[in-house]
């Protein structure tokens, strides 16, 4: 062996000795949560909750930082092209790492983030007026064709949103107009800027006595809406959901990924989130990181699919 391979080698032996203490030791600094819309929402609640465990077990700073924007795509960007150190880490709905990373001008790439694991499903639901014509999505469907009926929602482009139209085109039935809003809920229908909105539940949880829940966008029936409904129930093409994970930049180390996810798994295990489930409809569950991978390519495909069959690139 000449001296020189023999310098290289020892280098070698003495850099990986130096490199598996830093993972051992993570978190050395302090780690910022990165929710990518304004404070309040159930996935913000939650994410500090897991940021106060973090802190408290693993003995660095933990701070959750609210950066709305682009429909989460400033956030979503921020944690894309942040160092792949676990320093750095997305609360994230569904559609940033799927529709965010689809098309030629997306700001966020394919393979940017990878998942720690899931640990929500919105509940997201589809109402009416309690004194609607029609009790069922198949109900509203069949009276579309011969009335207008306007829909609410918070965009078109957004999962639930696509997901509410295609159910109706699959019954047969059309919405004759459809408007985003800022805020949809008990006074969008009250007020008649609405006949059906799709919104989250916890909007509506003021006036659920006064309407009608045609079916939740949810991966089973929530606590709240029992009766209710899936999408997938009645269709089992649309089985997709609103859900929200934590999600780092790609190449993060997997012993970094495992200390996040065992200290989300135990917030999310606890009986103060399980309560939270309980009261705003919420399915609050971890789904751990190789069926999260899984989970984010099934339903990326399934967006594909639906976008195109909706028209939308």
Known sequence: MTKLALLAGVAAVALGAMAAPVLADYPQKPVTFIVPWPPGDLEDLLT???????????????????????????????????????????????????????????????????PVGIFLTYPFLIATSKDAP????????????????????????????????????????AFAAEAAFDAVDCSTLANGDADVINTTAQLVLSCMNEITVLATVTGARTAITPDAPTLAEISPDLDLSLWNGLFVPKGTPQEVKDKIASVAQKVIASDAAQEIAKTTGALVYWEPQDKAVAQVATDKDKLVAIRKAMGVE
């Open 48 to 114: 500090r909750m897991i940021a106060e465990e973090f802190q408290k077990e693993l003995g660095a700073p933990a701070a959750v930082v609210n950066m709305p924007g682009g429909g989460g795509v400033v956030g979503g960007v921020k944690v894309a092209t942040a160092a792949p150190d676990g320093y750095t880490v997305g609360s994230f709905v569904l559609d940033i790492p799927t529709i965010k990373t689809m098309g030629a001008e997306a700001a966020i790439a394919p393979d940017a983030l990878e």
């Open 134 to 173: 029609y009790k069922t999505m198949q109900e509203l469907a069949d009276y579309s064709k011969a009335n207008n009926v306007r829909l609410g929602h918070f965009g078109y482009g957004l999962p639930p949103t696509l997901l509410t139209f295609s159910a109706m085109k699959e019954l047969g039935g």
